[in-house]
T-cell receptor, first 115, second 109 residues
Framework: NAGVTQTPKFRVLKTGQSMTLLCAQDMNHEYMYWYRQDPGMGLRLIHYSVGEGTTAKGEVPDGYNVSRLKKQNFLLGLESAAPSQTSVYFC??????????????FGPGTRLTVT | AQRVTQPEKLLSVFKGAPVELKCNYSYSGSPELFWYVQYSRQRLQLLLRHISRESIKGFTADLNKGETSFHLKKPFAQEEDSAMYYCALLSYNFNKFYFGSGTKLNVKP
């Protein structure tokens, strides 16, 4: 099992450009999450999904959109990148909560720089 | 509101010294708490969870509901413990996790 994978690993964007980050998991997990990690701020939840076709806003959703068309994939989009979106982005997945294993499995991260 | 607080951004100790990373939380209900660790430029991974009451790599953490704390402890720190540590709380109500801002542990030789 590859676990949780993220594409790309690194990206540099100019202000105003758009891009999509892909998260994929092969563990048949229902729940998937997108976080951003910034120095001194810890992990902040951007958007999450509790199942295929459903998404919900997290703590810092502005400037981002997501889609969960397939259970194994969770896409994070930046329509018009801004320097404030320079960050490391982590995807995570979990089985349905309350099933006995509430561990979050994290991807390796995507380091995004917006100039 | 749910919140996780890690008051120390950086904790430096010498090898062999005891270490305690603090975590306080606020949650209206029965909390489920975790510690995650992130070694340099790696992904986060689960270190331990309070419901397991286990010791991983010599680390333990006890949930103190009276003080709303879940401090991570190790009696003798090792250099390989140097990493970023995150405390996290699971909210069943909202199907999501709340993370603290993290504490960087630096174990000096």
């Amino acid at each position: 099992n590859a676990g949780v994978t993220q594409t790309p690993k690194f990206r540099v964007l100019k202000t105003g450009q758009s891009m999509t980050l892909l998260c994929a998991q092969d563990m048949n997990h229902e729940y998937m999450y997108w976080y951003r990690q910034d120095p001194g701020m810890g992990l902040r939840l951007i958007h999450y999904s509790v199942g295929e076709g459903t998404t919900a806003k997290g703590e810092v959703p502005d400037g981002y959109n997501v889609s969960r068309l397939k259970k194994q994939n969770f896409l994070l989009g930046l329509e018009s990148a801004a320097p404030s979106q320079t960050s490391v982005y982590f995807c995570a997945s979990t089985p349905p909560l309350g099933t006995g294993n509430n561990e979050q499995y994290f991807g390796p991260g995507t380091r995004l720089t917006v100039t | 509101a749910q919140r996780v607080t890690q008051p120390e951004k950086l904790l430096s100790v010498f090898k062999g010294a005891p270490v305690e990373l603090k975590c306080n939380y606020s949650y209206s209900g029965s909390p489920e708490l975790f510690w995650y660790v992130q070694y340099s430029r790696q992904r986060l991974q689960l270190l331990l969870r309070h419901i397991s009451r286990e010791s991983i790599k010599g680390f333990t953490a006890d949930l103190n509901k009276g003080e709303t704390s879940f401090h991570l402890k190790k009696p003798f720190a090792q250099e390989e413990d140097s990493a970023m540590y995150y405390c996290a709380l699971l909210s069943y109500n909202f199907n999501k996790f709340y993370f603290g801002s993290g504490t960087k542990l630096n174990v000096k030789p």
